[in-house]
């Protein structure tokens, strides 16, 4: 595998392409959408394994590059209506807010790309402490994201 943004955008392709022929069933989409927050949660980790430890540049490069592919990789459209329930991997833990709340949604689906893309810019530098501060500021857009739209499990 030559690297983890050339497989995420070879499974975006495909589950745009079959998406296009059928439309997924309300189960597949909440997998989807909780392995792209998985692989979320992971390379947030390594970049804030980097920052607290010992600094590999081009780890977080891979790392906030892979964060910004997901970001920007149509996260929204695994938000379908009658997903707002249902099992994937596990039970979802998506509030039905977020269905009613589009405007909201966007604001924080825009927030989150918006930070993603800058972290992957501010990794290219190498700046441990610009880095650790763009890692907080991504974060921030995690958490009001799951304050508003998440339920705790």
């Given at each position: 595998m030559k690297?983890?943004?050339s497989?995420?955008?070879?499974?975006?392709l495909?589950?745009s392409?079959?998406?296009?022929?059928?439309?997924?069933k309300?189960?597949?989409?909440i997998?989807?959408?909780q392995?792209?927050?998985q692989v979320?949660?992971w390379n947030?980790?390594r970049?804030?394994?980097?920052v607290d430890?010992?600094?590999n540049?081009d780890?977080v490069?891979?790392?906030?590059?892979?964060i910004?592919?997901?970001a920007n990789?149509?996260?929204p459209?695994?938000?379908?209506?009658?997903?707002?329930?249902?099992?994937?991997?596990h039970?979802?833990?998506?509030?039905?807010?977020l269905f009613?709340?589009?405007?909201?949604?966007?604001a924080?689906q825009?927030?989150f790309?918006?930070?993603?893309?800058?972290?992957?810019?501010v990794?290219q530098?190498g700046?441990?402490?610009?880095?650790k501060?763009?890692?907080?500021?991504l974060q921030?857009?995690c958490?009001?994201?799951?304050?508003?739209?998440?339920?705790s499990n």
């Amino acid at each position: 595998m030559k690297n983890t943004s050339s497989l995420l955008l070879a499974a975006a392709l495909l589950a745009s392409s079959a998406h296009a022929q059928q439309t997924p069933k309300p189960e597949q989409l909440i997998k989807w959408r909780q392995s792209a927050y998985q692989v979320i949660g992971w390379n947030t980790g390594r970049v804030k394994a980097n920052v607290d430890g010992v600094y590999n540049k081009d780890d977080v490069i891979r790392a906030a590059n892979t964060i910004a592919a997901v970001a920007n990789g149509g996260l929204p459209t695994l938000f379908a209506a009658g997903t707002d329930s249902g099992k994937g991997w596990h039970d979802t833990s998506v509030k039905a807010t977020l269905f009613s709340d589009a405007a909201g949604a966007a604001a924080a689906q825009a927030a989150f790309g918006k930070e993603a893309n800058e972290l992957a810019r501010v990794a290219q530098g190498g700046d441990v402490a610009a880095v650790k501060a763009q890692l907080a500021a991504l974060q921030k857009t995690c958490k009001a994201c799951h304050d508003d739209y998440r339920n705790s499990n």
